[in-house]
Antibody, heavy 121, light 107 residues
Framework: QVQLQESGPGLVKPSETLSLTCTVSGGSMGTDYWSWIRQAPGKGLEWIGN???????DGNPSLKSRVTIDVDRSRTQFSLEMTSLTAADTAMYYC???????????????WGQGTMVTVSS | DIQMTQTPSSVSASVGDRVIITCRASQHIGAWVSWYQQEPGKAPRLLIS???TLQSGVPSRFSGSGSGTDFTLTITTLQPEDFATYYCQQCYHFPYTFGQGTRLEIK
């Protein structure tokens, strides 16, 4: 059974770059899409972007210029890099697996537990 | 971006009640909708995909319906563990967007 685990710094200074990693265990990364979602304290969910095992990515235009999502096939990990952080980026960051194909989407069925990121000096 | 308008934003109900949560998309999105449950302090859990497909392990008291722009999540015979926040999400077009959430509280 696939499991996901986020890792990264809990505290980042304003204007710095956030780097998070999601480790995939219990299964293969092939054929599926791998997403990042965040949730500011007391707020709703915001989709950041995703990556396919092939390396193809899609992102949220509201964040796209600051976001890079990459995959490390050898380590069965994928990562999120977000630049120029501000207090508005303070949130719980989740990674998730999305199962979809050309004409179907089975949703984001596996989630990590989340990692809280606080942007503060 | 496709806007997902979820109603109500909160609802109070009792164990055994039936609750209906609605999500309206700002444009036609077929059946490209998923529903998630989030308990406090936990990650979201996928309940329903493709508007009406119940995920494995999800109790049958949960059901989804709709297509086009209007979607519903129905929970029949509420159980204590169902009191949580629920989100709809469209996966028809990037960027994926979520409804603002419906908080289901115990009356």
């Amino acid at each position: 059974q696939v499991q996901l685990q986020e890792s990264g710094p809990g505290l980042v200074k304003p204007s710095e770059t956030l780097s998070l990693t999601c480790t995939v265990s219990g299964g293969s990364m092939g054929t599926d899409y791998w997403s990042w979602i965040r949730q500011a304290p007391g707020k709703g969910l915001e989709w950041i972007g995703n990556i396919h095992y092939s390396g193809a990515t899609d992102g949220n235009p509201s964040l796209k210029s600051r976001v890079t999502i990459d995959v490390d096939r050898s380590r069965t990990q994928f990562s999120l890099e977000m630049t120029s952080l501000t207090a508005a980026d303070t949130a719980m960051y989740y990674c998730a697996r999305e199962v979809r194909g050309f004409d179907y989407n089975n949703g984001m069925d596996v989630w990590g537990q989340g990692t809280m990121v606080t942007v503060s000096s | 971006d496709i806007q997902m308008t979820q109603t109500p934003s909160s609802v109070s109900a009792s164990v055994g009640d039936r609750v209906i949560i609605t999500c309206r998309a700002s444009q036609h999105i077929g059946a490209w909708v998923s529903w998630y449950q989030q308990e406090p302090g936990k990650a979201p859990r996928l309940l329903i995909s493709a508007a009406s497909t119940l995920q494995s392990g999800v109790p049958s008291r949960f059901s989804g319906s709709g297509s086009g722009t209007d979607f519903t999540l129905t929970i029949t015979t509420l159980q204590p563990e169902d009191f949580a926040t629920y989100y709809c999400q469209q996966c028809y077009h990037f960027p994926y967007t979520f409804g603002q959430g419906t908080r289901l509280e115990i009356k």
